[in-house]
């Protein structure tokens, strides 16, 4: 690690942070990443075969993307050149490029490790290819977005991606025991306080040893460190969340599919989340609405009447008074009767409408306000259907010569139950006027 000491211009000898101290030596100390490193892990495999291709890291905060990365270039006794997408550009790619490809003319290869690699623009990742595809650098790019949407498709097709995990409980308080070994000496809190360290690293390894390392620092107050001492000294990670990327479509998702599945316990988790990450509640409250009509239709017609009611509480009110009110909405669409019928119908209806074109309404439904129109057949034979026997004609209202299609075909849950025995009834009415 000195090479990193020397370009800040500090010594080796200058104090180090506790998460720099603790970098795993070999890939085997990597934690929480088994699948990757362990025995039988994917990367493992590849140094077994003395193959290294270009990879693309794809995780979370704080779990050993660059760590990964160095470890690999020692392990493949290549030179490790590392950049950063966030400060570096055209000139900084083409240099490192360059003292690859002399490397490479002293048989020397070039491991080139790229930070948030999905903040280069698609022009930037071109110019990568021609380097990967001939072998002058072996590329590592590591990312904390999803690569699909972030990285174009020829750069991705060179390399193969490997998703590293959030660390869970275990792996984290396996770093505290570490860190704690390094010390010499227990972490000075309770078994409480512990706990709430785990839970405010929130997967992130790296914030977890920063948090270790400022409870050490505090040693100098008697006995052991509760969760309030914690509390006001210390700041809980704050939760990954973006609003216009992949974290913002996750967990709208997971709510979604938490109304739509009854489960209101999970959907005010999600709603949670999403407020906590600082999502706009009126984004929220556009996205119920549509869950109303998508998922429970009228199987509960109240319930787009409550979405609507709760989207213009919290226009009147803000936050976080409003709030409550999206709450109120995202527990009725959970527990509510569901169907989708509306939805389907809908859908089945604009194929139908596209692909029939610009059929005409049959002539008997038309007005006719005009001699000529009269003389066409325009109103010819139509039933008002008020002065039918029970207030229906059974006649076809849809284009002449196009088979009778149905759209709406209700699940027979909550208030639907009723409208499909009528409409069970209106067609044998419709068929037996037909035929008769």
Known sequence: MSDLFDSAGLSGDAPRPLADRLRPKTLQEVVGQDHLVGPEGTLTRMLASKRLSSIILWGPPGVGKTTIARLLADATDLEFEAISAIFSGVKDLRAAFDRAEARRKMGKGTLLFVDEIHRFNRAQQDGF??????????????????????????????????????????????????????????????????????????????????????????MGEPGLLGPDDLAQSLSKRAAAYDKDREEHYNLISALHKSVRGSDPDAALYWFARMLEGGEDPLFLARRLIRMASEDIGLADPTALMIAGEAARTYERLGSPEGELALAHCVIHLATAPKSNAAYVAYKAARRAAAETGSLMPPKHILNAPTAMMKDQGYGSGYQYDHDTEGGFSGQDYFPDGMKRPVFYDPKGQGREKPIAEMLKHLAALRKSRRDG
């Open 129 to 218: 290819l021609p380097f990967v595809e001939s072998g002058v650098v072996t590329l590592v790019g590591a990312t904390t977005e999803n690569p699909s949407f972030e990285l174009n498709g020829a750069l991705l097709s060179r390399c193969q991606v490997m998703v590293l995990k959030r660390l869970d409980d275990a792996g984290l308080e396996q770093l505290l025991v570490r860190a704690e070994t390094s010390e010499g000496r227990r972490l000075p809190v309770t078994k409480e306080a512990r706990a709430m360290i785990l839970s405010m690293s929130d997967g992130d390894g790296r914030y977890l040893l920063n948090l270790a390392e400022q409870a050490f620092a505090m």
